[in-house]
């Protein structure tokens, strides 16, 4: 049976290397067309609180595709939240219509919470800046897939290291991998303290620069974060980080030409578009790999696919 059988996904804390193994292998064999409509028969509730495209298009694709079905709301609007509604009480309510629940929110550790007072798994879609864990398994999946391992990468991290959780994941599982971490960005959007200490006592080699170029020429992948102005509580201070970094062909360059690029997306304006059209740029096909990945571990979650 699955490790993830009936267990809500909240943090990548949570996890062991077999357990991302576990879904990269599921990930795989789904990609591949090995199985069928695994999700027949379940309801997946998408709740998100917070905007979205790629997220909540890509589990409710992966879910239709795999013949299940989805209820659910795209923004707070939508929801009785905005007749008061609280959020502890709207997860009790749809918790009795549906068999799975994933949660976009904005507020850090509200998936937990929800995983508290619902009799169903739940499935962190985003949490503030804190975790974003079905991101990093399409992450890990495409840097595999890609590169044919994990361990002993370089990897570089770019942009807002403070509030993007798509980072705080991904560094999470790659110190399983043993990788070895150049984190770069601005002073104030460095990576938190305690993310790095984890990476530390995880004896990955990390270190922290500010320009891109001096990462040198052996980074395997680059994964680029865009800044995150809804998290500042300051417009100003976004304003003065705003537009830091800009990637472009030469860039790719400077870093010795065969580095991979990645993006959760969306992008504002930290990839020239000019690096679209290089081989380095893996970010659509990252954001493709949403749909295998999303229907590999709600499949292991409902039962629909075990992992020998
Ligand atoms: C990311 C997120 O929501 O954290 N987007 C995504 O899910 N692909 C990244 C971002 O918003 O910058």
Redesign the pocket.
């Given at each position: 049976m699955s490790r993830f059988r009936n267990r809500s996904v909240l943090s990548i804390r949570d996890m062991d290397r077999e357990d991302l193994t576990e879904v990269m292998e599921v990930t795989g064999q789904v990609k591949s067309g090995m199985h069928g409509s695994f999700l027949e028969g379940s309801t997946i509730a998408l709740l998100f609180f917070?905007p979205?495209t790629?997220?909540r298009l890509s589990f409710e694709s992966a879910v239709l595709q795999r013949g299940g079905r989805v209820v659910g709301f795209g923004s707070p609007e939508a929801s009785s939240q905005s007749k008061g509604e609280t959020f502890v009480d709207t997860i009790r309510t749809v918790t009795g219509y549906c068999d799975a629940m994933v949660i976009?929110h904005p507020v850090e550790g509200s998936a937990r919470l929800a995983s508290e007072v619902a009799s169903v798994p739940v499935v962190n879609?985003?949490d503030g800046a804190n975790q974003?864990p079905t991101?990093t398994f399409l992450d890990l999946f495409t840097i595999r897939e890609q590169l044919g391992d994990i361990d002993g990468l370089h990897v570089g991290m770019m942009g807002d290291l403070k509030y993007?959780?798509?980072v705080h994941s991904l560094a999470t599982a790659l110190r399983l991998f043993g990788a070895e971490i150049t984190l770069i960005s601005p002073p104030t959007l460095r990576m938190p303290a305690h993310i790095l200490a984890e990476l530390t006592a995880a004896g990955i080699r990390c270190r922290e620069i500010e320009q891109p170029e001096e990462a040198g020429r052996n980074l395997d992948v680059l994964y680029i974060?865009?800044i995150?102005r809804e998290r500042f509580g300051d417009p100003q201070e976004y304003e003065s980080v705003a537009h830091c970094y800009r990637v472009t062909a030469s860039t790719i360059d400077a870093l010795g030409g065969k580095v991979r690029v990645m993006h959760?997306?969306?992008r504002v304006d930290e990839i020239a578009e000019e690096v679209d059209r290089m081989p380095n740029a893996i970010y659509f096909e990252q954001?493709h790999n949403g749909i295998p990945t999303r229907q590999a571990l709600l499949g292991l979650v409902m039962g629909g696919l075990a992992h020998d």
């Open positions: 917070e979205s790629r997220t976009r879609a985003g974003h991101q993007g959780r798509t974060t865009r995150q959760p997306l969306p954001a």
